[in-house]
């Protein structure tokens, strides 16, 4: 499956036929003393490793107080250990290569903190993967730089030294063209973003309609379409329904029905809908001849998920690696003129 010249992340993600999958890892508590901090670390890598599908880095949120939509937090907010301390922790836990990734929110500090902030970031960390993330809302006045203006900054002034990623959030669907999120992730490529994970994911249509609007619009405009990575994380309580609800996650009545019939099993049937729903995308992707490089992005949310999220692991990522395998039973199932290019 893996393509041993695509050694690196960046490699991997340029490549449309090589899958490529994510973990996303919330770093702990900053209360946390360093030798604590590394058994969390080593925990972590535990868990991933066991995993019997390989994932290719590690990508680490942002984490802030902050409100949504005008709303608090659902659940309870800490201080969080500075993602690329925590890189660092998780290098030593490592026993073998890794790569990752940081999130940046790129607008609670001024440009003259962001710029050291990314100096110090690939000189002193040696991380130069990062995903720009910007605020709560357009209509607020930040201090700090957007997305687009931070990318144009990092083309400017660390030309080769980042590479590039931004959110794509499938329901930020707008009337105005200008606006809508397809011509969003186009703007965002040619300021230097190479690659987009997507919010989590828990139906199917708003994701596939972007994918097929992005594709048209690539087209119209003669240009290559970026790596969107889907985002997947698991739900074993009401408390982690509420918390991605107010992260602005799109959940129909019907799963959340599904999620918690007689209150027995949720987690085993948070995976079962997700497993349905990355096949009902692939699918979609596949019928429709869209191709839009896919990526996973597994996420666990909460801690007390850390197991469940590497069950997701190996359930997702079964079901995407065989899409990306010249054995897989879609390449089977049809003649190879109507795929895809990138599942060929």
Same mark, same amino acid.
């Given at each position: 499956?893996?393509?041993?010249?695509?050694?690196?992340?960046?490699?991997?993600?340029?490549? %449309?036929?090589?899958?490529?999958?994510?973990?996303?890892?919330?770093?702990?508590?900053?209360?946390?003393?360093?030798?604590?901090?590394?058994? #969390? %670390?080593?925990?972590?890598?535990?868990? +991933?490793?066991?995993?019997?599908?390989?994932?290719?880095?590690?990508?680490?949120?942002?984490?802030?107080?902050?409100?949504?939509?005008?709303?608090?937090? +659902?659940?309870?907010?800490?201080?969080?250990?500075?993602?690329?301390?925590?890189?660092?922790?998780?290098?030593? %836990?490592?026993?073998?290569?890794?790569?990752?990734?940081?999130?940046?929110?790129?607008? #609670?500090?001024?440009?003259?903190?962001?710029?050291?902030?990314?100096?110090?970031?690939?000189?002193? #960390?040696?991380?130069?993967?990062?995903?720009?993330?910007?605020?709560?809302?357009?209509?607020?006045? #930040?201090?700090?730089?957007?997305?687009? &203006?931070?990318?144009?900054?990092?083309?400017?002034?660390?030309?080769?030294?980042?590479?590039?990623?931004?959110?794509?959030?499938?329901?930020?669907?707008?009337?105005?063209?200008?606006?809508?999120?397809?011509?969003?992730?186009?703007?965002?490529?040619?300021q230097g973003m190479e690659f987009f994970t997507s919010q989590v994911l828990y139906e199917a249509k708003s994701i596939c309609l972007l994918l097929k609007d992005y594709q048209v619009l690539c087209e119209q405009k003669d240009?290559?379409?970026?790596?969107?990575?889907?985002?997947?994380?698991?739900?074993?309580?009401?408390?982690?329904?509420?918390?991605?609800?107010?992260?602005? +996650?799109?959940?129909?009545?019907?799963?959340?029905?599904?999620?918690? &019939?007689?209150?027995?099993?949720?987690?085993?049937?948070?995976?079962?809908?997700?497993?349905?729903?990355?096949?009902?995308?692939?699918?979609?992707?596949?019928?429709?001849?869209?191709? +839009?490089?896919?990526?996973?992005?597994?996420?666990?949310?909460?801690?007390?998920?850390?197991?469940?999220?590497?069950?997701?692991?190996?359930?997702?990522?079964?079901?995407?690696?065989?899409?990306?395998?010249?054995?897989?039973?879609?390449?089977?199932?049809?003649?190879?003129? &109507?795929?895809?290019?990138?599942?060929?």
């Amino acid at each position: 499956m893996r393509n041993p010249k695509k050694n690196t992340l960046r490699q991997k993600i340029a490549a %449309a036929d090589c899958p490529v999958m994510m973990y996303e890892l919330i770093p702990p508590g900053k209360e946390l003393d360093n030798g604590s901090g590394l058994a #969390y %670390a080593r925990c972590a890598m535990d868990l +991933v490793n066991s995993a019997r599908i390989s994932i290719d880095a590690i990508n680490i949120p942002d984490i802030r107080d902050e409100m949504q939509n005008g709303q608090k937090r +659902v659940a309870g907010y800490e201080v969080k250990t500075d993602p690329r301390e925590f890189v660092s922790l998780l290098r030593q %836990a490592s026993s073998a290569p890794l790569d990752f990734v940081i999130n940046r929110a790129t607008v #609670y500090d001024d440009v003259a903190s962001q710029q050291r902030w990314f100096s110090d970031t690939h000189k002193h #960390y040696g991380v130069s993967n990062v995903v720009l993330v910007g605020g709560e809302s357009s209509l607020i006045q #930040y201090p700090g730089p957007s997305v687009r &203006e931070t990318a144009e900054l990092l083309h400017a002034q660390f030309p080769q030294s980042f590479f590039c990623g931004g959110i794509t959030i499938p329901t930020r669907r707008k009337p105005d063209s200008a606006s809508d999120e397809p011509v969003r992730l186009i703007s965002k490529a040619e300021q230097g973003m190479e690659f987009f994970t997507s919010q989590v994911l828990y139906e199917a249509k708003s994701i596939c309609l972007l994918l097929k609007d992005y594709q048209v619009l690539c087209e119209q405009k003669d240009k290559q379409p970026k790596r969107i990575f889907l985002s997947f994380a698991p739900v074993s309580t009401r408390k982690d329904l509420e918390f991605l609800k107010w992260l602005g +996650v799109s959940v129909p009545q019907s799963i959340e029905q599904e999620l918690f &019939e007689a209150n027995i099993g949720t987690g085993w049937r948070s995976v079962k809908i997700t497993k349905a729903i990355l096949q009902e995308v692939l699918s979609f992707v596949y019928s429709n001849r869209i191709q +839009v490089p896919l990526g996973l992005n597994i996420e666990h949310i909460t801690r007390h998920n850390f197991e469940l999220s590497k069950e997701l692991i190996e359930a997702l990522g079964g079901i995407y690696a065989q899409t990306y395998s010249p054995t897989s039973a879609l390449a089977r199932q049809a003649d190879d003129s &109507e795929m895809p290019l990138h599942l060929r």
